[in-house]
Nanobody
Framework: QVQLVESGGGLVQAGGSLRLSCAAS???????MGWYRQAPGKQRELVAT???????NVADSVKGRFTISRDNAKNTIYLQMNSLKPEDTAVYYC?????????????WGQGTQVTVSS
């Protein structure tokens, strides 16, 4: 079992920045990690992912503005969000995908609210 705790959300004006953190309760060294978000009335969508060797994938809607990174020594991943827009308002969730004995397991955090005012 991996427990994930997000932090760093809040209220920010358009054009501002926030940095989200996701701390895992155990090693994430070999895990695929990601950030997702869900706005009211919409489906949860991928924001960015990062592999255990640091390869990243970022959604087109946030490319050039958001950066995902990880610190395996601290079992933590980050999402640096710059040039925020009102449409970035959502609950942001951290996800870990781990492999154990040939099976894949998904773990989710509880989410952190990001609100961008215009």
């Amino acid at each position: 079992q991996v427990q994930l705790v997000e932090s760093g959300g809040g209220l920010v004006q358009a054009g501002g920045s926030l940095r989200l953190s996701c701390a895992a309760s155990s090693s994430i060294f070999m895990s695929l990690m990601g950030w997702y978000r869900q706005a009211p009335g919409k489906q949860r969508e991928l924001v960015a992912t990062i592999t255990h060797v640091g390869s990243t994938n970022v959604a087109d809607s946030v490319k050039g503005r958001f950066t995902i990174s990880r610190d395996n020594a601290k079992n933590t991943i980050y999402l640096q969000m710059n040039s925020l827009k009102p449409e970035d308002t959502a609950v942001y969730y951290c996800k870990a995908v781990t492999l154990s004995w040939g099976a894949s397991y998904d773990y989710w955090g509880q989410g952190t609210q990001v609100t961008v005012s215009s």
